[in-house]
């Protein structure tokens, strides 16, 4: 299967979520972006990895609480 790349402007969200009961989970990973929706099925450790690495380039926002 060819490989596809999708240029989503400034993405909105990076959700990642999971369907069906645990040992049967389906993981998902989702971009929102520019009026597109891209969601890509992948394992429970690519789903964490892809988190982990997002957390280290996107800066967090600022807190309501100050």
């Given at each position: 299967m060819p490989s596809q790349s999708f240029d989503l402007g400034d993405?909105?969200?990076f959700p990642v979520g999971a369907i069906g009961e645990p040992g049967q989970r389906l993981f998902y990973f989702q971009a929102?972006?520019?009026?597109?929706?891209?969601?890509?099925?992948?394992?429970?450790?690519?789903a964490l990895t892809l988190a982990t690495q997002?957390?280290?380039?996107?800066?967090?926002?600022?807190?309501?609480?100050?």
């Open positions: 993405v909105a969200m929102f972006g520019a009026g597109t929706e891209v969601c890509i099925k992948c394992e429970k450790v690519q997002l957390m280290t380039v996107i800066p967090p926002l600022p807190s309501d609480a100050e």
